[in-house]
């Protein structure tokens, strides 16, 4: 986040999953991207798709659902602020 070069990481992690459509971390890669940026209901998107795809009780779905879970944080204040 340092250089801010959030669509060209985008751009990665995409191609990555056109290649393996499957792959974890570029799905949580671009939740974070989306979080960064401000944009919580795509990040909270990438975030379940994540957990959805993490092996049940690994580290990888438990760090996603924490995700998924700050992100709801995030838009319900928000919300809250308008």
Known sequence: SAQQRYAEAMYCFDRAMLIKPGHLRAQYSRGQVFSLVGRWREAESCFRDAADKAAP???????????????VHKQVGQARDQ
């Open 57 to 71: 009780g690994s580290p990888d779905r438990g760090q996603a659902l924490y995700c998924v879970a700050t992100a």
